[in-house]
């Protein structure tokens, strides 16, 4: 199966640059998927990425590296909205192509 | 509808009553998907529906948990005889079918709370 990990808890200041890590371990990696989740809230998609380098979209981005089953999520100009769970998923052809597995996740708390 | 819609937002139930949950995906998302999110825990897969058909009922816990889908749009989650431990958020998603287009995401619905007293 799948291991993913990410730091559990990150703190930043507000206009900071701040880079949430994931890695994993599959045998059949088939893509990644960086969510964001506000307490109480609904995960909504960030990013994906299913070959190496970085994908950029606005004030996120996020880079991946197979041959080490790393990713990171990259978010610049903190904001206080930005305080959330960010989720780091994998798709794996040879556990069930159609799910993706869930990291526990990493609780960013950007202050002022 | 505009989003995946799950009802109710809140269930309180006795241990050992049954429990049905609901969710209403996007429409035209032929992948229809529960989780479970337990507090400080990540989201555990439960079940995959591809149209009405599950291949995938691997992450259910137990013969308490059974789903059902029909007419590849509403599906139920229905949990047997609840237990204490079974407390937590379930969350509904849909997508395209990742076969056909593999960088479909998730889209979440809102989650039922469910609590076993």
């Known amino acids: 199966g799948q291991n993913i990990d990410q730091p559990t808890e990150m703190t930043a200041t507000e206009g900071a640059i701040v880079q949430i890590n994931c890695t994993y371990q599959?045998?059949?990696?088939?893509?990644l998927f960086w969510y964001q989740q506000h307490a109480g809230e609904a995960p909504t998609f960030l990013s994906y990425?299913?070959?190496?380098g970085l994908e950029e979209k606005g004030r996120f981005s996020s880079f991946l590296s197979r041959s080490k089953g790393y990713s990171y999520l990259l978010l610049k100009e903190l904001q206080m909205k930005d305080s959330a769970s960010y989720l780091c998923a994998v798709r794996d052809v040879n556990t069930g192509f159609q799910k993706l597995v869930f990291g526990t996740g990493t609780r960013l708390l950007v202050s002022p | 509808g505009a989003g995946v819609s799950q009802s109710p937002s809140n269930k309180v139930t006795e241990k050992g009553k049954d429990v049905e949950l609901r969710c209403d995906p996007i429409s035209g998302h032929t992948a229809l998907y529960w989780y479970r999110q337990s507090l400080g825990q990540g989201l555990e897969f439960l079940i995959y529906?591809?149209?009405?058909?599950?291949?995938?009922k691997s992450g259910l816990p137990s013969d308490r948990f059974s789903a059902e889908r029909t007419g590849g749009s509403v599906s139920t989650l229905t949990i047997q005889r609840t237990q204490q431990e079974d407390s937590a958020v379930y969350l509904c998603?849909?997508?395209?079918?990742?076969?056909?287009?593999?960088?479909?995401?998730?889209?979440f619905g809102n989650g039922t709370r469910l609590t076993v007293t």
């Open positions: 990425n299913v070959l190496d």
């Open positions: 599959t045998s059949g990696f088939n893509g």
């Open positions: 529906f591809q149209g009405n058909s599950a291949p995938d």
């Open positions: 998603a849909s997508s395209n079918s990742p076969q056909r287009v593999h960088n479909s995401p998730l889209h």
